[in-house]
């Protein structure tokens, strides 16, 4: 069976570093693109982090660029998010997706068809 299983989230205080971790079984990874994306309860869900199959292109919304790292590693099916820095406005459930192209490096959900269940990140003193 497809399936994606984020790893990773915990506890951290503010200034502090977490590195998600994104697995994926019953299929390869190696020719999709993949998105981190966040969520708050009663919140829409906000895009995160985008890397194309290659790893060649990367994408960050503003609120988390220079601070956030993605990055894959194909050989191990795998798709990380090194998140530094951390903010309590970071608090959220991260959840990673995977796209069948890149595109404009856009974050846009309705191109994201297979999701996994998200791992909390809490960030606070």
């Known amino acids: 069976q497809l399936q994606l299983v984020e790893s990773g989230g915990g506890l951290v205080q503010p200034g502090g570093s977490l590195r998600l971790s994104c697995a994926a079984s019953g299929f390869s990874l190696e020719s999709l693109t993949v998105g981190w994306f966040r969520q708050v309860p009663g919140e829409e869900r906000e895009g995160v982090s985008i890397?194309?199959?290659?790893?060649?292109?990367?994408n960050y919304a503003d609120s988390v660029k220079g601070r956030f790292t993605i990055t894959r590693d194909n050989a191990k099916n795998t798709v990380y998010l090194q998140m530094n820095s951390l903010k309590p406005e970071d608090t959220a459930v991260y959840f990673c997706a995977t796209a069948k192209g890149y595109g404009l490096g856009s974050l846009y959900a309705p191109w994201f068809e297979n999701w996994g269940q998200g791992t909390q990140v809490t960030v606070s003193s």
């Open positions: 890397i194309d199959h290659t790893g060649g292109s990367t």
